[in-house]
């Protein structure tokens, strides 16, 4: 049965080729080359490349249409549009290059991403744009966010502030670097962090900070201990100390406890109350 079906398939396909082509639709063999045999069916090229052409043209032609015209229509949105002009309120280079942290509304996007300014200077002033990624995980899409002069005014303003230097010395530098990630990110503070409290003090004397955050269970040196050189150095005697501490609960830190006449905050640390406390250790910046 199955042989006989072959047999029965093989003839009409040769049927097919024969109407269509003007060929038996039998295989022959051409010329020997590298030792290999090459089979050719004998049939009029051009009539194959049309048929198929048609087939292809007739099932799919509407979908390139379509296809045509978005990417037609794409490449006419790229070509017209123009990124806003900006006035720059402060000199570019102190702004090109920055890394600064925005929400990208007019993309459709309103949460914060990080991106780093370029400036495009042109006829009428200035164009600044910020590459950013959106998406965690594989496939990213990187994106280009033009600002206008309502953002760019704002981003100035942020770049001009002083920001207050801190100092945060623990032995634990995973917490550190947390801390250090999370302070900086409101764009208000440059943290150094220090993981050897045997070095804290002379980071301190090098680094100049307006706030010094401070373990108190720490290796070598402790936090009182390091408190003591700080408050006996002429140069750092003024600085604010805060320590963040596990020896406390939180309802202590609440009621305005002091260790060592310094301020403290009770472990795990809570950012927003950790502001709070620094810009409260620093009523001129007020």
């Not at 402790?222 to 003591?228: F, I, K, N, T, Y």
Request: charged share 25%.
């Amino acid at each position: 049965m199955l042989a006989r079906k072959h047999r029965r398939c093989r003839k009409e396909s040769r049927r097919y080729y024969r109407n269509e082509f003007r060929h038996s639709g039998k295989p022959r063999h051409c010329r020997r080359d590298h030792r290999s045999k090459c089979l050719a069916i004998d049939g009029r090229a051009p009539q194959i490349r049309q048929t198929v052409t048609d087939y292809l043209t007739v099932a799919y032609g509407r979908k390139l249409d379509v296809l045509r015209t978005l990417f037609s229509y794409s490449n006419a949105v790229a070509m017209s549009y123009r990124p806003p002009t900006v006035t720059l309120q402060i000199p570019a280079e102190k702004i090109d290059g920055q890394s600064v942290t925005f929400r990208p509304v007019r993309d459709g996007i309103d949460s914060e991403v990080t991106g780093v300014i370029q400036i495009v200077e042109n006829a009428d002033g200035f164009s600044v744009n910020a590459s950013y990624v959106v998406g965690q995980n594989p496939p990213q899409q990187s994106h280009v966010y033009w600002f206008d002069q309502s953002e760019i005014d704002v981003i100035a303003r942020s770049l001009t502030k002083e920001k207050r230097r801190i100092l945060i010395v623990d032995d634990d530098s995973d917490s550190t670097h947390l801390v250090k990630i999370l302070l900086e990110k409101t764009g208000s503070y440059v943290v150094l962090e220090e993981n050897d409290s045997a070095a804290a003090h002379q980071s301190a004397r090098s680094f100049r900070p307006d706030v010094i955050l401070m373990d108190i269970m720490m290796p070598k040196t402790d936090g009182a201990e390091l408190a003591v050189q700080i408050e006996a150095d002429p140069e750092l005697h003024s600085t604010p100390i805060i320590f963040l501490t596990a020896l406390v609960t939180r309802p202590e830190t609440n009621t305005g406890l002091r260790i060592e006449g310094h301020r403290s905050l009770a472990k795990p640390i809570n950012i927003p109350e950790l502001i709070d406390h620094i810009e409260e250790s620093l009523p001129h910046a007020m």
